[in-house]
């Protein structure tokens, strides 16, 4: 089993629509997790961190449930410019392990 | 003023050449790494650095070798390159464990 899996999607959703990923983790990638954004050719960008607690950044929502092992972002009002490849991270040891991607795109 | 930049952007070069990708980072980060994303855009971990120490090597070719003169650069040397080592390469740092990761913005090596 991978240490971070995600599904590749594509996911195409109408603008302003609700979107929300999932991401599941090993316990060997577990100590801290992430969500980075990366757009077309170009270097992956934090999005967000992911804490326990849950937490919101403006349209933005991050769960971490450690019970089932997943990680979720949802994304309300997609726009436009949301379009893009989501990138789930665990940590391990020094290392960050990244999911395969999932690919969001928002349609007209 | 850019955080994590590297040169070259792009590199185009024969099998069996030599080339180096620089990387440098002035955010005062102890930790640098090297990812490969390859087709499948599936980013993979070659190496890291802390404070110009080796910590991560995942079973990269020894063709690799990466080195870091001190803390805020970490260089890219690939000996007798191979068509299967054309990938976007992107060097990345964080001040530590768990700390935000933050990336150049890749060379893209193409191997002909």
């Known amino acids: 089993r991978k240490e971070v899996e995600q599904d590749p999607g594509p996911f195409n959703v109408p603008e302003g629509a609700t979107v929300a990923f999932n991401c599941t983790y090993s316990?060997?990638?577990?100590?801290?997790f992430f969500w980075y954004r990366q757009d077309c050719r170009k270097e992956p960008k934090l999005l967000m961190s992911?804490?326990?607690s849950g937490n919101e950044d403006g349209r933005f929502t991050a769960q971490l449930n450690r019970a089932s092992q997943y990680i979720s972002l949802l994304i309300r009002d997609s726009k436009l410019s949301d379009s893009a490849t989501y990138l789930c991270?665990?940590?391990?040891?020094?290392?960050?392990?990244f999911g395969p991607g999932t690919r969001l795109s928002v349609l007209p | 003023d850019t955080a994590v930049s590297q040169t070259p952007k792009y590199l185009v070069t024969q099998m069996g050449n030599d080339k180096s990708i620089k990387c440098e980072q002035n955010?005062?980060?102890?930790?640098m790494y090297w990812y490969k994303q390859d087709s499948k855009k599936f980013l993979k971990i070659m190496f890291s650095?802390?404070?110009?120490?080796?910590?991560i090597n995942e079973t990269v070719p020894n063709r690799f070798s990466p080195k870091s003169p001190d803390k805020a650069h970490l260089n890219l040397h690939i000996n007798s390159l191979e068509l299967g080592d054309s990938a976007v390469y992107f060097c990345?740092?964080?001040?530590?464990?768990?700390?935000?990761?933050?990336f150049g913005s890749g060379t893209q090596l193409s191997v002909l």
């Open positions: 990345a740092s964080s001040q530590g464990p768990g700390e935000k990761l933050f």
């Open positions: 316990n060997s990638a577990s100590q801290s």
């Open positions: 992911v804490y326990s």
């Open positions: 991270v665990g940590v391990r040891g020094q290392n960050f392990v």
């Open positions: 955010l005062g980060h102890d930790t």
């Open positions: 650095y802390n404070n110009k120490e080796l910590i």
